[in-house]
């Protein structure tokens, strides 16, 4: 069986070769995951690291891992509750999953009473899904305006979960003209199924949780 290091550098070779201009970042989903793991990770070089919960990514990164605090980028990829925005904000460094006004609403105050905000992207509902969070695209500039003349936000990149019954590279084309439209720079698009279809279509994150790290318990 492979390392995880080993995992890690098959990833990243795989990201380097279809990324043409932009570079792709490996974010690596480390969400349901033994502690165990994340040392290995950690000691395999990786310092990006996705979780898709506030509460599990604060017991684990909180406290324990400090020593590699520094280095350290955390990404939520998961929905952002309103009223856990100043834990969410006082852990990660970027948030993928800005959707609806409460919730910059709730980012505003935040900042407005002197905190730290994280980076933030748009999720898009790009396959137009019901249960699915995420603007859909018809509603993104209209949206993307109220983030700046409504609430002040600076959006830098746009996210996106395609439908699993579908092949994702329309929906990271999509994903992709949208921010190119808007003039955005960041890209989160691609998961362990399709991270190289998304980095040939010019991500700058992937996502990849189970191809690194083996199944999640
Ligand atoms: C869990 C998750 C991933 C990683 O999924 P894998 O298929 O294990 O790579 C990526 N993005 C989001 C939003 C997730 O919730």
Known sequence: MKS???RAENIDAVMKKAASKTPCRLIAVSKQQPDEKIVQALDA???IFGENRVQEAAARWGERFVQHRD???LHLIGPLQSNK????CALFDVI???????L???LAKYRDGGGKL???LVQVNTGEEEQKSGVMPAKLSAFLRSMDQDYGLTIEGLMCIPPVDEAPGAHFWLLRTLAADHGLSELSMGMSADYDTAAKLGATYVRVGSALFGARS
């Not at 925005?85 to 969410?88: F, L, R, S």
């Not at 993928?96 to 409460?102: E, N, P």
């Open 85 to 88: 925005t100043a834990d969410a």
């Open 96 to 102: 993928h999953t800005l959707d609806r006004s409460s």
């Open 4 to 6: 995880l290091k080993q």
């Open 118 to 120: 994280p980076r933030l």
């Open 104 to 106: 910059a609403k709730a």
């Open 45 to 47: 070089g990786l310092r």
């Open 71 to 73: 280095g350290l980028e």
